[in-house]
């Protein structure tokens, strides 16, 4: 006679045949992997990186296509709108994937609910630089400036609402500091307005300033990080000044469409966290100091949950809208 606990670890058994079935079979022809913003950009260099490597493992070519627009979520959207049958991968950033929501009357795509989160590649650490004009060489002289002139400096970001404005203003907050935010399209621009002496000072991803900051073009302080990067050990964090809980690491994740079957999700995980463990790689991404992570779904979810809490505030007290 037949148990419940047979039957029922029978139907179980029965209900996994289809997924694994479809697991094995896949990929079944080329795979997309769409990045929402431009070729050259710090996301797209990642997905190249990676997506030579996955190609080889998965056995199938995997075509990178820029979607930029819309900070991010017009690519992000495609991803989230696409087949959930593995064939299309998304990788994507803190922005369409967490502060957007809070810039946005209304998303095009729920990312809590449209978006499977697969790992965590990498993150590129912010860091705080500053013009030469500037008298000051570490984050605790610059503080003491805001202070003492809380209205005199201006800095650049790579556009209203991003990290690098959001992270700004709550490092002037501190300081009860009110300098001018002047947005531009993209961090070359930005980087570029410092040099010139047109603002004062500003926190960019570390590609866009490091080579600036080598050449003697740019005061490099501080990596605006829970620790100090494996790429750049040589900068304090903004923690080691007081400030612990400014954190602005530019991540760049791999994510699929919602109900994509959980045994593509676990082999795109397994397969991904593996390429990042292969030396050549480890070194590709901290030429573009990228320090590698390769953490799990859950992980990656809490991440882009806490990043939502920490610039809430921020959004909130400068009334930021980007419709």
């Known amino acids: 006679m037949l148990t419940r606990r047979f039957v029922r670890g029978l139907l179980c058994a029965l209900l996994t045949i289809p997924a694994a079935g479809f697991a094995q079979d896949w990929p079944s022809g080329p795979v997309r992997v769409i990045v929402p913003f431009a070729a050259g950009s710090t996301p797209d260099l990642a997905a190249r990186i990676i997506s030579e490597r996955l190609s080889i493992r998965l056995g199938k070519p995997l075509v990178v296509e820029n979607k930029s627009g819309a900070s991010g979520n017009i690519g992000t959207d495609a991803v989230a709108k696409a087949a959930p049958d593995g064939q299309t991968i998304g990788v994507s950033i803190a922005g369409p994937l967490a502060v957007n929501a809070l810039l946005y009357k209304k998303l095009p795509y729920d990312p809590a609910k449209d978006i499977e989160p697969i790992t965590i590649a990498a993150t590129q650490p912010a860091v705080l630089v500053v013009s030469n004009k500037l008298a000051v060489s570490s984050t605790k002289d610059f503080l003491a400036l805001l202070k003492k002139n809380?209205?005199?400096?201006?800095?650049?970001?790579?556009?209203?609402?991003?990290?690098?404005?959001?992270?700004?203003?709550?490092?002037?907050?501190?300081?009860?500091?009110?300098?001018?935010?002047?947005?531009?399209?993209?961090?070359?621009?930005?980087?570029?307005?410092?040099?010139?002496?047109?603002?004062?000072?500003?926190?960019?991803?570390?590609?866009?300033?490091?080579?600036?900051?080598?050449?003697?073009?740019?005061?490099?302080?501080?990596?605006?990080?829970?620790?100090?990067?494996?790429?750049?050990?040589?900068?304090?964090?903004?923690?080691?000044?007081?400030?612990?809980?400014?954190?602005?690491?530019?991540?760049?994740?791999?994510?699929?469409?919602?109900?994509?079957?959980?045994?593509?999700?676990?082999?795109?995980?397994?397969?991904?966290?593996?390429?990042?463990?292969?030396?050549?790689?480890?070194?590709?991404?901290?030429?573009q100091y990228m320090d590698v992570v390769g953490d799990s779904p859950s992980q990656f979810r809490e991440v882009m949950a806490s990043d939502v809490a920490r610039w809430k505030p921020i959004v909130q007290k400068h009334n930021i809208k980007l419709d």
């Open 150 to 287: 809380p209205s005199k400096f201006s800095f650049s970001s790579m556009g209203a609402g991003t990290i690098s404005h959001l992270a700004m203003e709550a490092i002037a907050g501190r300081c009860n500091a009110d300098p001018v935010h002047v947005p531009y399209p993209g961090s070359g621009a930005a980087v570029l307005a410092v040099i010139a002496g047109d603002v004062d000072f500003a926190l960019l991803p570390a590609a866009a300033v490091m080579p600036h900051v080598k050449t003697g073009k740019l005061k490099g302080l501080a990596v605006a990080s829970a620790k100090r990067s494996a790429s750049l050990p040589e900068l304090p964090t903004l923690a080691e000044a007081g400030l612990d809980d400014i954190k602005a690491d530019a991540w760049i994740g791999f994510i699929v469409p919602a109900k994509t079957p959980p045994a593509i999700v676990t082999r795109l995980h397994k397969e991904i966290v593996q390429i990042l463990a292969e030396p050549a790689v480890h070194e590709k991404l901290k030429l």
